[in-house]
């Protein structure tokens, strides 16, 4: 499908993302490339219609002004400089506009104007075009994905059903850590409504097993990761003819791990730790889309919205929220009031505006009062949170009304539990989870 293409070149902005998003934004698609990339390496990209040459102060690596080759500026592709003196161009801007409407106002007249690029980026096209590189990369061999229920191995496993169909083998591995009704929810929609090879695997047990008696939250991750691999590796051997994985990375993590002027370089996330002999080629179907890109390819593959619009959740899952060593009886109690929390918040509209909340429940008791007879039972802490990129958090200041109706239902509903705290703590000094 042609597709038209507005290239970014990074030259250590901070804005590069949000560049290229709000290029999306106008319906045109838009990657980010290193400063020294070649006027043949651009030439070979499909559909370039412009460059946005995106500077700033942090064009400065290792000591050494880090500038884009002449050729690039005489390579015939319309070129708009953003805050880079140096750019040879007659398009030249001081500095982006603060707000993000502002910038696409900004962009409009150069993208379709100058450049003549066509709004022909959305998601019907992506998702037409995924189908069909798909089927090119894959052929009639089979692959396989580790669907935890998440956003994006969703997505990607909806991508792929549509794609390839039987083809593709889901596995999902419940290690007892999950939300309520999660693992259900992956069943129902996964196997019984899309039709899709799932193998479920309850290894609730085996996890708590190897984490009883262990404190440490580090030591705990650890547990959880290897363990998760050791499953999933066993099921995969099992399984007679898989060529492919099937990853859903999306653009940050590229973005993220390819960029040669970011100070802060996270590893490019994949399941990673599956043994060398297990050759697997990848298979990325999400690898161009932003977060917001892959919630919108999910509803428009059918997925339901309490899926598609998930809070974030960690890979340790309540493991991390059931303080110290696990125990079955404070981990009910964890996934209990964090049901009870989700479902009031959701009543009360909280959902859509709070970016993260749940329970901790931790490992002492203090003394209450029930059925006229002294108690001795566990709290049940909330934590409710917005943040931008959780390296800073805020509190969300809740209703009165919304703290009192969950706190009854919690220390009535849930078993063990008779005190109820909102943490007030913004991150720092707390970080939004407690381990
Ligand atoms: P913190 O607690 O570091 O959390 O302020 C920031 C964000 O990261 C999530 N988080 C994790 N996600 N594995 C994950 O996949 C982890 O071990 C983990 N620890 C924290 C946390 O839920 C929050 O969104």
């Known amino acids: 499908m042609k597709q038209d293409m507005i290239v970014i070149l990074d030259l250590g902005s901070e804005q590069n993302t949000v560049v290229a998003r709000a290029v999306r934004a106008l319906g045109v698609y838009s990657e980010i490339y290193p400063h020294d990339i070649t006027v043949e390496a651009l030439r070979a990209l499909p559909g370039v219609k412009g460059i946005v040459v995106n500077g700033g102060p942090n064009n400065v690596v290792d000591g050494e002004t880090i500038t884009v080759a002449d050729a690039v500026y005489a390579a015939g592709y319309p070129v708009l400089a953003v805050d880079h003196p140096a750019a040879k161009t007659d398009h030249k801007l001081d500095a982006w506009p603060a707000s993000e409407e502002e910038m696409k106002a900004l962009l409009r007249p150069f993208v379709f104007e100058t450049c003549g690029a066509e ?21 009639d061999k089979k692959v396989l994905l580790a669907l935890s229920g998440g956003v994006d191995s969703s997505v990607v496993a909806a991508l792929l059903l549509k794609a390839i169909g039987s083809n593709l083998t889901c596995v999902h591995v419940n290690h007892g850590l999950l939300r309520k009704g999660e693992p259900e929810q992956v069943v129902e929609v996964f196997r019984n409504q899309m039709n899709a090879n799932l193998i479920y695997v309850d290894a609730s047990d085996r996890f708590l097993g190897k984490l009883a008696g262990v404190k440490d939250p580090e030591q705990k991750r650890k547990i959880i990761g290897a363990e998760f691999i050791r499953v999933f590796e066993e099921e995969a051997r099992k399984l007679e003819g898989i060529d492919f994985l099937a990853q859903g990375t999306i653009y940050p993590d590229i973005v993220e791990s390819g960029t040669k002027t970011a100070k802060m370089v996270k590893s490019h996330h994949n399941v990673g730790g599956l043994p060398e002999d297990m050759q697997f080629e990848l298979v990325e179907p999400l690898y161009q889309l932003f977060k917001d890109e892959v919630r919108a390819c999910g509803l428009a593959l059918g997925l339901p919205d309490e899926m598609v619009f998930r809070q974030p959740f960690p890979g340790p899952g309540l493991g991390v929220r059931c303080l110290g060593a696990i125990t079955r009886e404070r ?3 964890v996934r209990e009031s964090d049901a009870i ?3 009031e918040f959701r009543l009360a509209g909280l959902d859509k505006k709070v970016w993260q909340y749940f329970t901790i429940v931790p490992d002492f008791q203090s003394v209450g009062v029930r059925d006229n007879a002294r108690c001795f039972e566990y709290p049940v802490i909330i934590r409710a949170v917005n943040t931008v990129d959780a390296m800073t958090a805020s509190i969300e200041p809740l209703d009165w009304s919304v703290l009192q109706k969950i706190t009854n239902r919690i220390i009535h509903e849930v078993k063990g539990v008779n005190r109820v705290c909102y943490d007030l703590t913004p991150k720092p000094t707390g970080t939004i989870e407690w381990e």
């Open 341 to 343: 929390l989700r479902e």
């Open 119 to 139: 709004a022909n980026w959305n998601m019907t096209n992506f998702i037409a075009d995924q189908v069909e590189r798909v089927r090119a990369q894959v052929g």
């Open 331 to 333: 981990l009910e109690a």
